[in-house]
């Protein structure tokens, strides 16, 4: 099977490989980072930044590890935190960090009980070839997550591969992890997600099944069909949705919407420059969520939450006045 090329922001494509037996014999020597990188935050795109400038100047390829499904997902799926990003984005970002490759690991029963030396030795060094290593200072790999940095270093002196341990990054006193942005979502903190994620945090998705529109949007509300990553937490949001190519500015419920009874959860957003647009159950739809206007509340009538998207529509379109402002501004310094 030929990889599939992702496009990388120099027009030149990263490989992808599925498993060890894709990559070439030939692919190495190589500079790497191991890890889940869902998200692919600002930590993770310094460390692979890093990868992919020591392996352009050591005249080596640089080449990303990471598992599918995520490891926590296979080993313990009632309590696995629901994912930033799925794996067609995850790749997408990865590749914008510069490496030219990403070697996609199957997480299955048999690699959950490889143990680190066994990793060190078929991965790293017999197929990768690897002279260098970058790790956060947390990483753990092997079965049971038994090594950590150390123990890779001391693999690195014995097998010939240097490893650098680098900090975690920290933005407006904040330590960046993907486990601190999916608190940050969960709380609904979409703002300071954005901080440590160095961009706004977004859902690919489709439109929910059953609309009984046909082939045009006909009406300024979008709902979104199930899904399984995470979302932010119930509230009200500003928000920006891309059907296909048009962008629209938005407001975006994310709830059960309990001031109509039996009306369930569900995520729906209203255009608020509407246009009609092409849109079927199977068009690509991208949900980025910009600012939380407020929580999820219960009103004693419809009257009154009428009342209260009137507010929130217009402080939602005063965010996008002030924006396109800023933007303005900006380019003219």
């Known amino acids: 099977m030929t990889p599939a090329p992702v496009k990388k922001n120099s027009g030149e494509a990263a490989r992808v490989f599925h498993s060890l037996d894709e990559v070439p014999r030939d692919f190495g020597p190589s500079i790497a980072a191991i890890g889940n990188f869902d998200g692919v935050h600002r930590g993770h795109r310094q460390i692979l930044r890093t990868v992919a400038a020591e392996a352009e100047a050591r005249g080596m390829r640089s080449i990303a590890i990471t598992f599918n499904p995520h490891p926590a997902r296979f080993l313990y799926p009632k309590e696995a935190p629901k994912l930033l990003t799925f794996l067609p984005e995850r790749l997408r970002l990865l590749a914008e960090t510069g490496v030219d490759a990403m070697l996609v690991l ?73 486990s601190a942005i999916r608190n940050l979502i969960t ?61 629209f500015d938005a407001v975006t419920n994310v709830g059960n919407r309990p001031t109509f009874e039996g009306v369930g959860f569900g995520v729906e957003t209203h255009i608020l420059n509407f246009e009609q647009v092409d849109l079927t159950d199977e068009t690509p739809l991208y949900l980025e969520f910009l600012l939380r206007l407020r929580g999820e509340m219960q009103w004693p009538s419809t009257e009154a939450l009428k009342a209260q998207i009137f507010k929130d529509v217009a402080r939602a379109k005063r965010y996008f006045k002030i924006a396109a402002l800023r933007q303005v501004d900006s380019s003219l310094r």
Not at 128 to 133: D, F, S, T
Not at 188 to 208: E, I, K, N, T
Not at 210 to 234: C, D, H, M, Q, S
Request: glycine residues 14%; charged residues 20%.
């Open 106 to 178: 199957h997480f299955d029963e048999a690699l959950s009980h490889m143990t680190a030396e066994k990793f060190v030795r078929d991965v790293l060094v017999a197929v990768l070839q690897v002279r260098g290593i970058h790790e956060g200072s947390n990483f753990r790999f092997g079965h049971g997550a038994r090594a950590g940095v150390n123990e890779l270093s001391a693999f690195g002196k014995e097998s010939g591969f240097t490893v650098e341990v680098h900090s975690a990054v920290r933005v407006h006193g904040m330590e960046v992890s993907s």
């Open 187 to 247: 709380c609904g903190d979409v703002r300071r997600a954005r901080w440590m994620l160095g961009r706004v945090f977004g859902v690919h998705s489709h439109p929910a099944k059953g609309r009984g529109l046909g082939t045009k949007l006909l009406v300024p509300t979008v709902n979104l069909a199930p899904y399984e990553g995470l979302l932010p937490g119930f509230g009200v949001y500003v928000s920006r949705l891309t059907i296909g190519d048009r962008c």
